[in-house]
């Protein structure tokens, strides 16, 4: 006998990246975090990184969070990414989230759900599509060229001031 539940298919854009477009598909039983996983993973992002997804209206305004951390709150708009399954918030086509993954700089990745069929369980979440260069994780983590870095670091090292300021205001030094 096979079993058939809901899988969800969904789109995700930056605003950062014209480019970028992830597709992934998961079914009702996937949790919020299994989501968040895959998103990380499928980006290479770092996961000790706080995030939380935003169920939304179709303005984009944020109604209900999922948050990683259960921060002791409760109450009808906040919800715990590993004890939330999909299902439980997500039941309608169009669908938006917000996946906020810089919270320091408040960037985010804008989720639509594009499609719900009836198919048999996917084991683990799907990428089906990741076309174009994401946005960093972390705005100022950007890859540094090493060869100004090491001129940088010279030039820290080479700034002493004179050497007659520092025996004015110390004194001679003795040789031991």
Known sequence: MIVKVMVYHFQISSQESQDF??????????????????????????SHQLASFFVSDKHWIKLKEISMLDLGISGAAFYIMQKTNLADLINTINQKLIYTFDFIND??????????????????????????????????EEIVDMESMVLVEEEIYMDFGDLDDYTEIYGEMDDF
């Open 107 to 140: 960037r985010s990745f804008l989720i639509e759900l594009t499609g719900i069929i009836m198919e048999r369980s996917i084991n683990e979440p799907l990428v089906t599509l990741k076309q174009g260069d994401p946005p960093v994780q972390v705005l100022g």
């Open 21 to 46: 477009h992830l597709e992934i598909k998961l079914d009702e039983k996937h949790s919020f975090f299994d989501f968040h996983s895959i998103i990380q993973k499928s980006l290479g992002y770092e």
